[in-house]
């Protein structure tokens, strides 16, 4: 498993009958979590009083119940800012457990930018930006896409807390595989790609994206936009059914075939305090070339 264990502004403090109990900074927020289904393991008083608790619908769905929690505030991931708040869908903003890759992917880029060569990193399906800001941090230049102008504006607010803005980045608002097949006719090349998709959802423009339909023709017209010296491709998915041999294969069948190099896939995941055991929140497919 690809565990997040370097965080000091978050931990999840317990999970038990389908929920788990999260630090944010200073505020404490219990959410519901399909992965948890075990039950009557929990002792800490947490659970009584946290800031914010988000209850399932059996409807679908869900909502917010608030006791004491500002409408945004922000954590800390070693030198970057992330502006939180809470949102529809139980989300805050941020996918912690994904700070497994921006350590994987900062150290191949410190090493690649220290030999003289740039690396122009393309992250689709961008979000609020967690990816885009380790990349620029490591030093590399990031073409940062995603079909939400309110995702895209969020993550711009993160670079500027995290005294990023000044680094080369072009934030789009663009519905992905639109963008890519513009950059496949205008040769644009990268030494790095990040595709982070999601299961179900639409473009700018009403555009329809299912994984499974999509996802390996989007990869196959990406990778095509690799330059001849690539660095690593990062695949993530939360969708339910794919396991982490999907990614790896897919990596597999358009990149490692012809690049060659290594492929490693595996969950990700996040440590549960005062657990041995660590949190499943996901899988993810990373590709590097082989180390000489």
């Known amino acids: 498993m690809f565990v997040a264990d370097r965080w000091k502004d978050y931990e999840v403090l317990e999970t038990s009958d389908g929920e788990k109990l ?38 679908g769905g869900g ?30 903003g941020l996918f912690p457990e994904q700070a497994a890759n921006w350590d994987w992917f900062s150290g ?8 003289g060569k740039p690396v122009r990193v393309l992250n689709l399906f961008a979000y609020t930006g967690g990816a885009t800001l380790a990349a620029l941090a490591a030093g590399a230049s990031v073409t940062h896409v995603d079909a939400s102008k309110g995702m895209v504006q969020w993550a711009k607010e993160n670079a500027e807390r ?25 040769g644009s090349r990268y030494e790095a790609i990040i595709m982070d998709p999601p299961s179900y959802g639409r473009g700018p423009k009403g555009e329809l994206w299912k994984i499974e339909d999509a996802f390996h023709p989007l990869l196959k017209e990406a990778a095509a936009l690799l330059s001849d010296d690539p660095l690593f491709v990062l695949l993530n998915s ?31 995941g996040l440590p ?20 000489i």
């Open 22 to 59: 999260e630090r944010w900074g200073n505020y404490v927020l219990v959410r519901p979590d399909p992965q948890v289904i075990w039950q009557g393991v929990s002792i800490r008083p947490e659970w009584a009083r946290p800031n914010a608790h988000y209850h399932r619908s059996s409807k």
């Open 63 to 92: 909502e917010w119940e608030f006791f004491d929690l500002p409408e945004e505030w922000s954590i800390s991931y070693q030198d970057l800012t992330f502006r939180l708040k809470p949102f529809s869908f139980k989300h805050t």
């Open 108 to 115: 191949l880029i410190k090493k690649r930018v220290g030999d």
């Open 162 to 186: 995290s005294h990023l803005s000044d680094r080369p980045v072009r934030w789009l608002v663009d519905d992905c595989q639109k963008f890519v097949e513009r950059e496949a006719r205008r």
């Open 238 to 268: 939360y969708t339910t059914g794919f396991a982490p041999g999907v990614l790896s294969y897919l990596l597999d069948i358009e990149v490692r075939r012809r690049f060659g190099g290594t492929v490693t896939a595996d969950e990700v």
């Open 272 to 291: 549960v305090t005062g657990c041995q055991a660590h949190l499943p929140a996901g899988s993810s497919g990373r590709w590097e070339p082989s180390r």
